[in-house]
């Protein structure tokens, strides 16, 4: 099934036309995460899904563990109880937006052409509604398998899953078991390879206290200015060049990369890697690359009891720092005193969220099957292992026990970095075809693995 097998009047028809309604009608709920308690929402997008999923006549559980916060189950019980279970797990909220960016309204859901527009059209309600479509559609028609197939679509897993996941696996295990997992995000082409996630940089979220001296703003000659300092703070961060840390999933990495042999050599010597990634044109690209092979910073909130005519006496700066696989919060501790030096001494430092990076193998039955999946749209396409740099449900999944990996198949048209942009960014969209071919994907793969 490609989008062309699917479509009535130019419009989305069947299976498809089935993703794209619930992709349009999620991006309207509107369930934005800002990191708040209250905010989100999901309970909107798990009503959505579970009355999409209400005829199949498996259970569907839903679970609020604050208001609001709601994340939805569903699970068709094997034959055998022995034989793995695979989930298709998708998060149902989304990272707010600057209106001011977006060509059209972010929570309007339209679809333009071949593309539907709105927050969350790839991060990741896209994949999130053709997992429930695959689901539904298996539910109803699909053979009874030996393992369990699980749909999970959980709230919360833009600002880590308190409310989402990892309350779940704290306190329903039972409910959200399983041995296998796919969720967000790979299926992307670079040539002849397509991608999939296999691990993911930790996150070490810092909260600097920066330190001052409260005082009247009408006086500032030799202020103590907390907030000067953290300006002080922030520069040294964003100056700061770690080593880079080459590891076998870049080696692999590169292998896959669609670029001229004499940059291939510069991205795995250590030694000419940043100035490559410095002059490369494809600024995405270079930044992902980057974030591959280097622990990286980002200051990205400043706040605290602020007044024009006060000089605080304290700053919070949230600063956003991604470990490399395989480093420990020692090491991470040790890049902030090579950034930062003396200016560490008027700081106290918090960790307020520390999940080390991790990585599942692929040496696995559910790795050859994502294989067979691909090759059944892409008969000459092989898929390549990657590094996943930004924070995903996949690594609780991960700790628990279970191989974890970030998947899908979009539309060989659609650009990586083009993609990339999207994320968190403006004017994020998707066109028809990749949802087409995602969720016969998540059908084929089920169908091959558990089958
Ligand atoms: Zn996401």
Known sequence: MTLEDSRVNGAPAGLTGDTADLLQQMIRNECVNDGTKASGHEFRNAQTLAAYLGDTGFDVARFEPAPGRESLVARIEG????????????HIDVVPVDPAGWTRDPFAGERVGDEIWGRGAVDMLNLTASMAVAFRQLALHGPRFAGDLVFFAAADEESGGEHGIRWLAKNEPDAIRADYVLTENGGLHNGAHVGVKVAEKGVAWHRLRVRGTAGHGARPWRADNALARAAQIIQRLTDYRPAPRLDDLWRLKVATLDVPDDLRA???????????????????????????????????????????????????????????????????????????????????VDIFLHQPANASPTATPLWDSLQRAVNQRFPASRIGPELAVGLTDARIYRDLGAVAYGAGLFSPTLDPSDYARRFHGDDERIDLESLALSTRFWIDVVSDFLG
């Open 266 to 348: 510069a991205l795995l010597d250590p030694a000419r890697l940043d100035d490559c990634l410095g002059t490369m044109p494809n600024k995405n690209l270079a930044a992902y690359l980057h974030a591959c092979t280097h622990t990286t910073f980002s200051c990205n909130v400043v706040s605290g009891p602020m007044k024009t005519n006060v000089i605080p006496g304290t700053v919070d700066l949230d600063v956003d720092v991604r470990s490399l696989p395989g480093e420990d919060a020692d090491e991470v501790r040790a890049h902030l005193v090579a950034a930062l030096g003396d200016l560490l001494d008027d700081v106290d």
């Open 79 to 90: 034959t055998d109880p022995s034989a793995p279970a695979l989930c298709l797990m998708g």
